[in-house]
């Protein structure tokens, strides 16, 4: 049952994207398989690091703020976690029960302007990723690097830590797949050549996954109709 669950899941998901973007059918199993390494990592309590750059550095955010809260679907914290709120604080509690949600863990490596500011001037400019993940990153964690030609130098250096770390690699990139498409373990690449129009094709293959993991890890089943929620 769980299992039928889980492909009911990834099916209603992945019609949907396919059904408003058409272009993106050729490349869905690479789209599920990435979604895979996510839902194994999240499954074992690990965490997703993202990293790109100009409009690639939004998308990083973006992803980071649709798994750290609701995307679609209620998220409220466990009944255990609640009272434990209200126990520590009659006032407070309560409300911060009503409103708290859960979270995927997700980093965007280009939220840390200080950090990241000062490593580029004192260090490296094209470093700066590889060294956030050696703080943040542990095996088993997840590192998707987005690159719309897959040769940016900084999200390639980043890869080489985050392999040493025993992580796993996502490359979202062009249809040119470029040096990260070499070196992923999962890489997906939107069929366009041009950067602004490959990403525009990233950010439903992104939402995609976030749908996918938000039902995986707060869906619900409704067994009487036999549907995922």
């Not at 398989?33 to 309590?45: F, G, I, L, R, T």
Request: proline content about 4%; glycine content about 8%.
């Amino acid at each position: 049952m769980e299992k039928k669950i889980l492909e009911l899941r990834l099916k209603k998901h992945i019609d949907l994207l396919v059904q408003r973007y058409p272009r993106l059918k050729s490349i869905t199993p690479s789209i599920i398989s990435a979604y895979e390494v996510m839902e194994q990592a999240y499954s074992m309590d690990h965490k997703l690091l993202v990293a790109g750059n100009g409009g690639s550095a939004a998308d990083s955010e973006h992803i980071a703020g649709e798994l750290m809260k609701r995307f679609k679907s209620p998220r409220p914290v466990t009944s255990d976690f609640a009272k434990k709120l209200c126990e520590i604080d009659s006032v407070r509690g309560p409300q911060l029960s009503k409103n708290l949600e859960r979270s995927l863990m997700a980093i965007p490596l280009v939220a840390h302007e200080a950090l990241s500011t000062a490593y580029i001037n004192d260090v490296d400019g094209y470093g700066v990723f590889a060294q956030q993940l050696l703080g943040f990153g542990r095996p088993g964690d997840v590192f998707l690097g987005i690159s719309t030609s897959g040769n940016s130098q900084n999200i390639m250096n980043a890869v080489v830590v985050a392999k040493a770390l025993e992580m796993k690699v996502i490359g979202l990139t062009g249809a040119d797949g470029g040096e990260l498409a070499s070196t992923a373990d999962v890489v997906v690449k939107a069929p366009e050549t041009e950067t602004y129009l490959i990403q525009e094709l990233h950010l439903p293959i992104y939402h995609c996954w976030c749908l996918m993991l938000e039902d995986r890890f707060f869906g619900g089943y409704d067994k009487k109709e036999d549907k995922v929620l």
